[in-house]
């Protein structure tokens, strides 16, 4: 055990798996501490050991020529060997132009309503309500401007660079990241192919601790990687929120080497959205997507997404990046007008249902002959306002396409959740449940929340089929294997 420990000399972290950075990028939505005003001496103990630090393996060679302003994503210049996750694999990811926008929630910090916007995109493949869609996102250039001067590479921000192979690296098995082209930049690696926000692991904040020349900032990031300091290390980085650029925001005189961020920290991945439409609307020429911004640490794709749609002007159409995922069994086809679907979403989770009962009500009114089973539909959000086109719910409701609708909310007058409104139906639900053409559709943000709703289920099937808690939950797990109970949900 160390009392101090010179990490002066020390220039390593580990490197971050690619699955492992996938579950490492949250949306994360607890209160961070605040950089400016914490004392980082409070977390330093008398005496720790840090995590082992690893060695950097690349470096960074300038041409001393101005890279050529390029538009697209870097991450497009990378050829066949990077892989985008769950892309369908006859498209390739393209950049598509924003024909449409509309606020469909406005934000409400009183109750903590976010605010919520549709897109319309340009679309060049064939989807059915359900399907998703990869969005590559690029950082902010405010910080990655931030980062830059940290890194002091202003003046070489925009220089052609490479990345290569340090001679006799330690790693013998390490390689160029396919995320990063050939040829790019240091803004370029920045803003399109490294993430930022990110939570960062114990090694890393050892290695860390070899980039600043501060003692006192040395010692928190080494000990914070310690097993000893486990309790801090949960507490700021893992309850908190406290994420990398923020840990640099702390430590004002740590400098990685841009080579080293390259190495290490994880790849911007895309985000997937639900496609909120039917294709039988507006064919296969557009789509649309909801999103939602957090007033407090938005995520990266959705603070793009919200500068972009700023910039929309007539002359000067703002376009992203998209490209279509592979299908699953959670879509709605011209198979399942015949079937019933028991459709249970929370807040933007309601959005593949509207493509789901958008694109029903194209079949009713194209099929008007043929025999098409029932909807039922249970949603809650933050506030009555808060629930997605609202209107467009009780006119399919009124007319049929819809044969039962029912709305909560957990803020204001008389609140209540979805659970209860699944519990008042009881006796109905589960008899509409074990029919044969029955299936339960599940989208809900957070997978507390979908955890919630199977327990508001569990107890239905309790309730009315007088079951233990083992017996109704392996009833559920039975319906899921059956493909009758289907989820949709995300972090």
């Known amino acids: 055990i160390f009392k101090t420990f010179n990490l002066s000399k020390i220039r390593t972290f580990p490197t971050l798996l690619f699955w492992r950075s996938c579950l490492l990028q949250p949306s994360l939505t607890c209160e961070s501490p605040n950089p400016n005003k914490m004392d980082i001496g409070a977390y330093i103990l008398s005496e720790y050991i840090p995590a082992k630090p690893l060695v950097g393996n690349l470096e960074v060679c300038f041409t001393g020529k101005e890279q050529t302003q390029i538009d697209t994503c870097a991450q497009l210049r990378c050829g066949e060997v990077l892989k985008f996750p769950f892309a369908r694999p006859d498209f390739q990811p393209r950049s598509v132009v924003i024909k449409g926008n509309t606020l469909l929630v406005a934000a409400d910090k009183a109750t903590e309503t976010k605010r919520v916007v549709e897109l319309t995109l340009e679309s060049s493949f064939d989807y059915q309500p359900g399907d998703t869609i990869g969005i590559v996102p690029s950082n902010k250039p405010e910080l990655v401007e931030k980062l830059l001067h940290r890194l002091e590479l202003k003046d070489q921000a925009d220089t052609s660079c490479h990345l290569k192979l340090v001679l006799h690296c330690a790693n013998k098995s390490a390689k160029l990241p396919a995320h990063i082209p050939t040829a790019t930049s240091p803004r370029e690696i920045l803003t399109h192919c490294l993430s930022l926000c990110f939570v960062p692991q114990k090694q890393l904040l050892s290695a860390l601790a070899g980039f600043t020349s501060n003692e006192r900032e040395r010692s928190f990031l080494a000990c914070l990687s310690s097993k000893q300091a486990t309790k801090h290390y949960n507490s700021l ?13 702390l430590c004002g005189d740590c400098r990685p080497p841009l080579a080293f961020l390259a190495e290490h920290l994880p790849r911007l991945l895309p985000r ?3 496609i909120a439409n039917s294709p039988l609307e507006a064919g296969d020429q ?6 939602s911004l957090l007033s407090h640490k938005p995520g990266v794709t959705t603070s793009m997404l919200e500068a972009r749609v700023q910039q929309i002007n007539p002359e000067q159409p703002a376009n992203v990046v998209i490209y279509p995922r592979v299908n699953n069994a959670f879509r709605y086809t011209e198979q399942d007008l015949g079937s019933n679907q028991i459709l249970i979403a929370v807040g933007t989770g309601l959005a593949p249902f509207l493509g789901f009962l958008a694109h029903k009500e194209k079949l009713i009114s194209q ?8 909807s039922w539909l249970y949603v809650g959000a933050k ?6 086109k609202r209107d467009q719910l009780e006119a399919w409701h009124k007319s049929a396409v819809l044969e039962r609708l029912r709305m909560c909310h957990s803020r204001g007058e008389s609140p209540g959740y979805v659970q209860e409104m699944l519990a008042e139906d009881g006796e109905d639900l589960v008899k509409f449940i074990l029919k044969p053409e ?7 943000d957070g997978a507390k929340i979908s955890q919630s709703i199977a327990n ?9 089929l007088h079951l233990t808690e083992e017996e109704s939950f392996r009833q559920l797990k039975e319906l899921k294997a059956q493909g009758k109970y289907r989820e949709d949900v995300w972090l």
């Not at 929120?241 to 923020?246: A, K, S, W």
């Not at 029955?438 to 809900?444: F, G, S």
């Not at 289920?457 to 309790?462: F, G, I, P, V």
């Open 383 to 388: 506030t009555p306002e808060a629930i997605l």
């Open 367 to 374: 099929q008007p002959q043929r025999e098409r089973g029932h």
């Open 438 to 444: 029955t299936v339960i559709y599940v989208c809900a």
């Open 456 to 464: 508001g289920l569990s107890l239905c099937l309790q309730k009315v």
């Open 237 to 249: 980085i893992l309850e908190q929120g406290l994420l990398f650029m923020e840990i640099l925001k």
């Open 286 to 291: 557009e789509l649309r997507i909801i999103y």
């Open 272 to 274: 997937p959205y639900s």
